[in-house]
């Protein structure tokens, strides 16, 4: 039946288009393009004011719109979109305040039929959104049925099947959440939160005495840490503003106070120093950061099976007061992992403008509590003990390890620390050239291990305060291994990466992996030029400052210096890496061709920066990857 009605409503509508007597044939294609929104449409030749009154079964809630004034603020020329419910339907005693829910179903636009998708907000009188949900093939606003649409000449008449309740917005839930439970919560996100100025929506009312414009002024509330611009400024997400539909997580002090002590405490055994007020700011901003997210999210998207969900990202607005000027900078969104930081999926808030779920989990991610860990051979070198230096690095092939200063000249950038680029070079020793020459290349895989090269050392970190190094104690999970070399070295490089056992009895217990085989330095040598190599495209997760020290503004910073773009980054990715378990790694570097190309006694090279015939390692980095969690 609904088939055969809406055909011949068609039939009816091309005639009426042909007689000019309603609407243009534009109107009706618009009417009918989304004709399966409702069972039931009509067409009504007056303004919708005129409908509402005319309609029998509308006279209760005609009744409220009298008695608040709506009707009255509804002119023939204007375009509106009144959702309404029949006598058999509304229940007045459902409602707090008849005024509000009089504005809650009236917006000043007219929203066809074809512009009622899953997740379109229809824009109220009383400032709030009323949003479209699919609900299988049909669609709802809120949780009710539309059941019928009427197109009068202003706008659009659309019947549901039941009162809506007025939800409160995400921002009037947080603002209202109780303080025993969730005083931190409120104050992390509120910390950043400011009432200004709007000049551009304030009326101008007069000039007072000295001159100066008077306004009937506009405030406004933002959020400097979270709202979010494009790179030309455009607004593109806030908390304030119910056009945006959006997901809160909310955690409770409890939860809170755990996650920053826990992230805290993993400082000084990741890393190796205490905490300090930055990073319990960190920590404070990344909770803000992490518990919302600009889009409705339902439980399966919640649910711990859930994919990682990407957090409210894009520009944030950063404004220089002193010197009144004002940047959009891109930033690294925060990552929600369902399956760590649990939801309760029973208790949850329906919003005017999205979603909000309690937790029952709350965690700092791995990857926030560790930047990078990044070591230079140079200084490990220099401060280890000949015993230190046979414990920790184990060389085959290779022969005679030292420092040579100043591969490179230093990089000196206002206010941060030089830059030194010493190298630990080594040389094959004179068997392994020896057999090269007999043997190289080979198949076999004795003769190949009589001229290939290796070093095997473990990861070890210089604690600058101290002047010593210590064995890096990692959490388990992904990791970008980086690391960098002299350039345009004239051999070939084996990189591997393994856990380093924990079993002195089973020292090979976890496997090598292989991340670079035979790698030819000439040729992509300058990738791995010493630490400068991730200026160039590489793949990392992020799109802003990734690839450079905690904190560091490069945009600002090459306002000194245009090589700021290269100062102490984290090398070039050699590859992503797995610690299968908490503790210290190995890596070994291998070069199965450099015996056969070395040349003693050099004039003017021997062991110097300029012999690139030598091994020249420069540093290692690992930074987590989001999925390490």
């Known amino acids: 039946m609904k088939k055969l009605f809406i055909d011949n409503m068609k039939k009816t509508a091309g005639l009426m288009c042909s007689l000019a007597l309603l609407a243009s044939c534009s109107d009706w294609d ?33 009744s409220l719109y009298e008695n608040n004034g709506v009707l009255s603020a509804t002119s023939e020329d204007g375009s509106y979109t009144f959702i309404v419910t029949d006598n058999n339907v509304f229940d007045e005693t459902q409602l707090n305040s008849a005024a509000a829910y009089a504005k809650y179903t009236v917006a000043d636009a007219a929203i066809a039929p074809s512009m009622l998708t899953d997740g379109y907000g229809i824009n109220t009188r009383l400032g709030k959104s009323l949003w479209v949900n699919k609900d299988g093939s049909n669609l709802k606003l809120d949780e009710y049925n539309i059941t019928k649409a009427v197109k009068t000449d202003n706008g659009y008449v659309y019947y549901v099947d039941g009162t809506f309740p007025i939800r409160s917005s995400i921002y009037e839930l947080l603002v209202n959440l109780p303080d025993d439970r969730y005083s931190m919560f409120k104050e992390i996100v509120r910390t950043y939160e400011e009432e200004w100025f709007d000049r551009e929506n304030s009326t101008i009312v007069g000039v007072n005495a000295q001159g100066q414009t008077v306004y009937d002024s506009v405030f406004v509330k933002r959020n400097t840490l979270l709202d979010r611009y494009t790179e030309k400024g455009v607004k593109t997400w806030d908390m304030f503003d119910e056009q945006y539909n959006s997901t809160m997580f909310i955690p409770n002090n409890t939860q809170v106070e755990r996650a920053i002590n826990t992230a805290c405490d993993n400082i000084k055994l990741w890393l190796n120093r205490e905490p300090t007020s930055a990073d319990t700011l960190k920590f404070k901003q990344w909770i803000a950061k992490a518990c919302f997210v600009n889009k409705r999210l339902d439980l399966s998207q919640v649910s711990k099976e859930a994919e990682m969900i990407t957090c409210v990202g894009d520009c944030q607005k950063i404004e220089d007061k002193v010197n009144d000027v004002v940047e959009y900078k891109s930033v690294e969104p925060a990552y929600w992992n369902p399956a760590i930081n649990s939801l309760n999926n029973v208790s949850v808030e329906e919003l005017s403008n999205g979603v909000a779920y309690y937790t029952t989990n709350l965690k700092i991610p791995n990857h926030i509590v560790i930047y990078r860990v990044k070591s230079r051979f140079y200084e490990l070198w220099n401060s280890m003990t000949e015993g230190q230096r046979a414990e920790h690095f184990t060389w085959k092939n290779w022969q005679n390890p030292y420092i040579v200063q100043d591969a490179q000249g230093q990089f000196d950038l206002v206010e941060h620390p030089t830059i030194y680029y010493h190298v630990l070079t080594a040389e094959p020793t004179k068997e392994a050239v020896a057999a090269a020459m007999k043997y190289y290349p080979s198949t076999s895989a004795s003769e190949a291990d009589q001229y290939t090269c290796s070093v095997v050392y473990d990861g070890l970190s210089f604690d600058e305060n101290e002047g010593n190094v210590y064995e890096v104690n990692l959490p388990a999970g992904e990791y970008y291994l980086r690391m960098g070399f002299k350039h345009s070295l004239t051999y070939s490089l084996t990189i591997e990466f393994r856990t380093k056992s924990d079993d002195p009895s089973n020292p090979n217990k976890y496997p090598w992996v292989t991340l670079k085989k035979d790698m ?86 021997v062991r110097t920066k300029n012999n690139v015939q030598q091994l020249m390692m420069y540093h290692w980095c690992l930074r987590p990857t989001k999925n390490n969690y």
């Open 520 to 605: 030819v330095m000439y040729a992509t040598g300058s990738n791995f030029h010493f630490d400068r190599g991730a200026a160039s495209e590489v793949p990392h997760y992020g799109d802003a400052g990734i690839s450079y020290p905690e904190g560091f503004d490069v945009d600002y910073w090459q306002q000194f210096d245009e090589k700021a773009i290269a100062y102490d980054t984290d090398g070039y990715t050699v590859g992503i890496v797995n610690l299968a378990k908490a503790g210290n790694f190995e890596i070994r570097i291998s070069s199965s061709d450099q015996a056969s190309l070395y040349k003693y006694n050099i004039p003017d090279l």
């Open 30 to 62: 618009d009417h009918f393009s989304e004709a399966n929104v409702v069972a039931d449409m009509e067409v009504y030749g007056g303004d919708v004011v005129s409908y509402l009154r005319s309609t029998p079964e509308l006279s209760e809630i005609v």
